[in-house]
């Protein structure tokens, strides 16, 4: 029998308005809604992954423990884009030199510039000036 191991299916993020944050996150990556089921509204499935949004009593509260890193060939011009779709820039993390945005409920991501990333050896990038 050959090894099997578990894949990522999909990714969830917990939502108070799950229609909102699902239309960000549309308009964000260019992934149609397709639709919905109970508390979920789905996104296009791509590459073997789907994202999905749930709906949650509770706002997101704290740090992350876990956050995208979408990629893009300008990162200051992805940041205007996000901030008019409802997004906003954390300013917090800006000496790690990562660009780090909340969507409109005030989950963490980072833009990140298309290609390799130089990265010194306390986790810091230089890509923002």
Same mark, same amino acid.
């Given at each position: 029998?050959?090894?099997?191991?578990?894949?990522?299916?999909?990714?969830?993020?917990?939502?108070?308005?799950?229609?909102?944050?699902?239309?960000?996150?549309?308009?964000?990556?260019?992934?149609?809604?397709?639709?919905?089921?109970? !508390?979920?509204?789905?996104?296009?499935? $791509?590459?073997?992954? #789907? =994202? &999905?949004?749930?709906?949650? %009593?509770?706002?997101?509260? +704290?740090?992350?423990?876990?956050?995208?890193?979408?990629?893009? !060939?300008?990162?200051?011009?992805?940041? $205007?884009?996000?901030? #008019? =779709? &409802?997004?906003?820039?954390? %300013?917090?993390?800006?000496? +790690?030199?990562?660009?780090?945005?909340?969507?409109?409920?005030?989950?963490?991501?980072?833009?990140?510039?298309?290609?390799?990333?130089?990265?010194?050896?306390?986790?810091?990038?230089?890509?923002?000036?």
């Amino acid at each position: 029998m050959a090894d099997t191991y578990p894949q990522i299916n999909a990714l969830i993020i917990d939502a108070t308005d799950p229609d909102r944050l699902a239309a960000f996150w549309s308009a964000l990556l260019d992934r149609p809604v397709v639709g919905r089921t109970g !508390p979920y509204v789905w996104l296009r499935r $791509e590459n073997g992954l #789907a =994202l &999905g949004f749930q709906g949650a %009593t509770e706002p997101t509260a +704290g740090k992350n423990r876990m956050h995208f890193d979408v990629s893009s !060939p300008d990162p200051a011009a992805e940041q $205007e884009r996000i901030e #008019a =779709l &409802g997004g906003r820039r954390l %300013t917090q993390y800006d000496e +790690g030199g990562f660009l780090v945005m909340a969507d409109p409920e005030g989950n963490e991501f980072c833009v990140i510039p298309t290609g390799p990333l130089d990265m010194d050896d306390e986790g810091r990038v230089h890509y923002l000036l």
